[in-house]
């Protein structure tokens, strides 16, 4: 089974960037759905954005034209890439990987922190 470590959270001030990665193991990124999700205190995990295995992806209306899921395959990652951070977009970031015909999201990593002031 495919095993996810988030990294690259941390605080930052409204208008800045962050680059969020997941290195995967144990399988290969490429072969999988994969997806950034966050959640904030008090409130329901969302989806920030998706991505298929032939790299199709898309994106929360909330995020869209901010930020930008990509995967480079030769060090089995997975990157979200975050520009003009508001508040709101301040949660706890997971990604999760599933087999693509598969509904459900069988693999998350432990999330990483994003504080945004």
């Known amino acids: 089974h495919v095993q996810l470590v988030e990294s690259g959270g941390g605080s930052v001030q409204a208008g800045g960037s962050l680059r969020l990665s997941c290195v995967a193991s144990?399988?290969?990124?490429?072969?999988?759905?994969v997806a950034w999700f966050r959640q904030a205190p008090g409130k329901d995990r969302e989806g920030v954005a998706n991505?298929?295995?032939?790299?199709?992806?898309n994106y929360a209306d909330s995020v869209k034209g901010r930020f930008t899921i990509s995967r480079y395959t030769a060090k089995n990652t997975l990157y979200l890439q975050m520009n003009g951070l508001k508040p709101e977009d301040a949660a706890m970031y997971y990604c999760?990987?599933?087999?693509?015909?598969?509904?459900?999201?069988?693999?998350w990593g432990q999330g990483t922190q994003v504080t945004v002031s």
């Open positions: 144990g399988g290969r990124i490429s072969s999988y759905c």
């Open positions: 999760a990987a599933r087999v693509c015909w598969q509904s459900a999201f069988a693999y």
């Open positions: 991505m298929t295995t032939d790299s199709r992806s």
